[in-house]
C-alpha cells in the first residue's frame, strides 16, 4: 500500500500506514467519523486535484473543464434526488464553510443570528464568540430544558419574538433528540428570520430515511459529507430554486476560490452510494445500533442527556460514575475505544474537563457491528469505570476490544 508515498517520503508514508493501524485496531466512537469507501477514497485521490475550476458548470474562469463540469452536474443532481431538494451546491470545502456562505448569503455583519448554544449540544458555526459567526454576527442562544434536556419551541418562540433574529439556525453536534422543524419555520415565519437548518450529524439518517428531513421546511440546509453521509470530507447546501442564486455567489466568489473537484466527484459517488437500498439499511442499523448502546449503557447505571436517544449518538453524563468527560476519554482510549470528551447540558467543568463524553453509531455501523456488539462495549466501558485502578484488568479489556475489532475486518483491500 502507498508504493509511491513509500518511494518518495518515508516519513508520510510511516505515518499513513500507522494510521490505517490505529483506525482497524480501536473501536472508533467519534459520533461524527466514518470509514468511507474504497471508491471515495479513489476519488478523492485521482487526477481530479489537478484541475482549476472556479465558477460553476459551463460557467468557468478555466478552460478544459469539460470533464470535471460533468462531476459537478452529477454530484448536484444526485444531491437534489438524494433529500429531495431543489437545489443543491456542491463546492463547499467543508461544513463550516457551507455555513459561512449561508449565512452571508441572508445577513450583514453586525446582524443578529440565534442558534443552540455550544455548551448545550450547538456547533461552534453557530454562533460561538471565537469563531468568525460570532466575530461578525450579533448571537444570541437558545438552550435546551433544565430536567427534560431536550429544546422547548415555546421558550425557542419567545425568545426570538424578543430578539428578532435575523436568522433562525437550527441543527447540533451533541444533540441526541429529533427536531421540530415545523415549528421552527413558524417561529421563523413569526419574526421574520430566515430558517436555516445545519444537519451536518444527521444527513445520512436523513438520506437514508430514517430520520425526518428539514429539507421541506428550512429555506437554507447546510450539511457535511463526511459524518453519517460517509462520504469525502466536505461541505454541501440544499436550497430552493429562488434562493440558489445568492448561495452561489456568496460561496464563490464571495468566500472560496477554486473547487476541490476531486472530492465534489468523490461527493457525487457518496450520493450514488446513499441512493442504494444498501444505504437505508445502513441507516437503519446506525440507528438501532444507537438504541441498543443507550439501552445498555442505562442497564449499566450511565446517565444520558435527555435519557437516551433519537439519532446515531448519545451523550454519556460520566459525573454519577465518579469520573469527568476528560477521565473517561483517556479511560476508554486505555483501553481501545475512541470518543471525544463533551459538555452535557448545564455542565460545571469547563470544556477542556467536561462531565461527559459523546458516544456515536456510524463508523462502527460501517464496519458490520450490531447490537450484540453494542452491548459488549456497553459492558467493557462499565467495566473498564469499575476497574480503572487495576492495569491488568485495563490490559485484558483492552484485548477484548482488539478481539472485538479483527470480528469486523476494516478496509480488507488495502
Ligand atoms: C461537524 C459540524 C460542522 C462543521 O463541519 P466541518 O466540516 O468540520 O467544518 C458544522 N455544523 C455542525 C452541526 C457539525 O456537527
Same mark, same amino acid.
Request: glycine letters at 8%; aromatic letters at 6%; charged letters at 25%.
Given at each position: 500500500?502507498?508504493?509511491?508515498?513509500?518511494?518518495?517520503?518515508?516519513?508520510?508514508?510511516?505515518?499513513?500506514?500507522?494510521?490505517?493501524?490505529?483506525?482497524?485496531?480501536?473501536?472508533?466512537?467519534?459520533?461524527?467519523?466514518?470509514?468511507?469507501?474504497?471508491?471515495?477514497?479513489?476519488?478523492?485521490?485521482?487526477?481530479?486535484?489537478?484541475?482549476?475550476?472556479? *465558477?460553476?458548470?459551463?460557467?468557468?474562469?478555466?478552460?478544459?473543464?469539460?470533464?470535471?463540469?460533468?462531476?459537478?452536474?452529477?454530484?448536484?443532481?444526485?444531491?437534489?434526488?438524494?433529500?429531495?431538494?431543489?437545489?443543491?451546491?456542491?463546492? $463547499?470545502? =467543508?461544513?463550516?464553510?457551507?455555513?459561512?456562505?449561508?449565512?452571508?448569503?441572508?445577513?450583514?455583519?453586525?446582524?443578529?443570528?440565534?442558534?443552540?448554544?455550544?455548551?448545550?449540544?450547538?456547533?461552534?458555526?453557530?454562533?460561538?464568540?471565537?469563531?468568525?459567526?460570532?466575530?461578525?454576527?450579533?448571537?444570541?442562544?437558545?438552550?435546551?430544558?433544565?430536567? =427534560?434536556?431536550?429544546?422547548?419551541?415555546?421558550?425557542?418562540?419567545?425568545?426570538?419574538?424578543?430578539?428578532?433574529?435575523?436568522?433562525?439556525?437550527?441543527?447540533?453536534?451533541?444533540?441526541?433528540?429529533?427536531?421540530?422543524?415545523?415549528?421552527?419555520?413558524?417561529?421563523?415565519?413569526?419574526?421574520?428570520?430566515?430558517?436555516?437548518?445545519?444537519?451536518?450529524?444527521?444527513? *445520512?439518517?436523513?438520506?437514508?430515511?430514517?430520520?425526518? /428531513?428539514?429539507?421541506?421546511?428550512?429555506?437554507?440546509?447546510?450539511?457535511?459529507?463526511?459524518?453519517?453521509?460517509?462520504?469525502?470530507?466536505? *461541505?454541501?447546501?440544499?436550497?430552493? +430554486?429562488?434562493?440558489?442564486?445568492?448561495?452561489?455567489?456568496?460561496?464563490?466568489?464571495?468566500?472560496? *476560490?477554486? $473547487?476541490?473537484?476531486?472530492?465534489?466527484?468523490? +461527493?457525487?459517488?457518496?450520493?450514488?452510494?446513499?441512493?442504494?437500498?444498501?444505504?437505508?439499511?445502513?441507516?437503519?442499523?446506525?440507528?438501532?445500533?444507537?438504541?441498543?448502546?443507550?439501552?445498555?449503557?442505562?442497564?449499566?447505571?450511565?446517565?444520558?442527556?435527555?435519557?437516551?436517544?433519537?439519532?446515531?449518538?448519545?451523550?454519556?453524563?460520566? +459525573?454519577?460514575?465518579?469520573?469527568?468527560?476528560?477521565?473517561?476519554?483517556?479511560?476508554?482510549?486505555?483501553?481501545?475505544?475512541?470518543?471525544? +470528551?463533551?459538555?452535557?447540558?448545564?455542565?460545571?467543568?469547563?470544556?477542556?474537563?467536561? =462531565?461527559?463524553?459523546?458516544?456515536?453509531?456510524?463508523?462502527?455501523?460501517?464496519?458490520?457491528?450490531?447490537?450484540?456488539?453494542?452491548?459488549?462495549?456497553?459492558?467493557?466501558?462499565?467495566?473498564?469505570?469499575? /476497574?480503572?485502578?487495576?492495569?491488568?484488568?485495563?490490559?485484558?479489556?483492552?484485548?477484548?476490544?482488539?478481539?472485538?475489532?479483527?470480528?469486523?475486518?476494516?478496509?480488507?483491500?488495502?
Amino acid at each position: 500500500m502507498y508504493d509511491a508515498v513509500h518511494e518518495t517520503d518515508p516519513e508520510i508514508a510511516a505515518i499513513l500506514e500507522a494510521e490505517l493501524g490505529r483506525q482497524r485496531d480501536q473501536l472508533e466512537m467519534i459520533a461524527s467519523e466514518n470509514f468511507t469507501s474504497p471508491a471515495v477514497l479513489e476519488t478523492v485521490g485521482s487526477v481530479l486535484t489537478n484541475k482549476y475550476a472556479e *465558477g460553476y458548470p459551463k460557467k468557468r474562469y478555466y478552460g478544459g473543464c469539460v470533464h470535471v463540469d460533468e462531476a459537478e452536474l452529477l454530484a448536484k443532481r444526485r444531491a437534489c434526488e438524494l433529500f429531495e431538494a431543489e437545489r443543491a451546491n456542491v463546492q $463547499p470545502h =467543508s461544513g463550516s464553510t457551507a455555513n459561512m456562505t449561508a449565512y452571508c448569503a441572508f445577513a450583514e455583519p453586525g446582524d443578529k443570528i440565534m442558534g443552540l448554544s455550544l455548551s448545550h449540544g450547538g456547533h461552534l458555526t453557530h454562533g460561538h464568540p471565537v469563531n468568525f459567526s460570532g466575530l461578525l454576527f450579533q448571537a444570541v442562544h437558545y438552550e435546551v430544558e433544565p430536567g =427534560s434536556e431536550v429544546i422547548d419551541y415555546d421558550r425557542m418562540r419567545e425568545q426570538a419574538k424578543k430578539e428578532q433574529p435575523r436568522i433562525l439556525i437550527g441543527g447540533a453536534s451533541a444533540y441526541p433528540r429529533t427536531w421540530d422543524y415545523a415549528a421552527m419555520r413558524s417561529i421563523a415565519d413569526e419574526v421574520g428570520a430566515v430558517f436555516i437548518f445545519d444537519m451536518a450529524h444527521i444527513a *445520512g439518517l436523513v438520506a437514508g430515511k430514517v430520520h425526518p /428531513s428539514p429539507v421541506p421546511h428550512a429555506d437554507v440546509v447546510t450539511s457535511t459529507t463526511h459524518k453519517t453521509l460517509r462520504g469525502p470530507r466536505g *461541505g454541501v447546501i440544499l436550497c430552493t +430554486k429562488e434562493n440558489l442564486k445568492a448561495i452561489n455567489k456568496l460561496n464563490f466568489p464571495g468566500m472560496q *476560490g477554486g $473547487p476541490l473537484m476531486h472530492v465534489i466527484a468523490a +461527493k457525487a459517488v457518496c450520493f450514488h452510494q446513499c441512493l442504494q437500498p444498501e444505504f437505508r439499511d445502513y441507516a437503519q442499523r446506525t440507528l438501532d445500533n444507537a438504541q441498543a448502546l443507550a439501552a445498555a449503557l442505562l442497564e449499566k447505571g450511565f446517565e444520558l442527556a435527555s435519557g437516551g436517544t433519537d439519532n446515531h449518538l448519545v451523550l454519556v453524563n460520566c +459525573k454519577p460514575r465518579g469520573l469527568t468527560g476528560k477521565e473517561m476519554e483517556e479511560l476508554l482510549e486505555h483501553v481501545g475505544i475512541t470518543c471525544n +470528551k463533551n459538555t452535557v447540558p448545564f455542565d460545571e467543568e469547563s470544556p477542556f474537563v467536561t =462531565s461527559g463524553v459523546r458516544l456515536g453509531t456510524p463508523a462502527l455501523t460501517t464496519r458490520g457491528m450490531g447490537p450484540d456488539e453494542m452491548r459488549r462495549i456497553a459492558d467493557i466501558m462499565d467495566r473498564a469505570v469499575t /476497574s480503572r485502578e487495576d492495569e491488568d484488568a485495563l490490559a485484558r479489556l483492552r484485548g477484548e476490544t482488539e478481539a472485538l475489532g479483527r470480528d469486523f475486518p476494516l478496509y480488507p483491500e488495502l
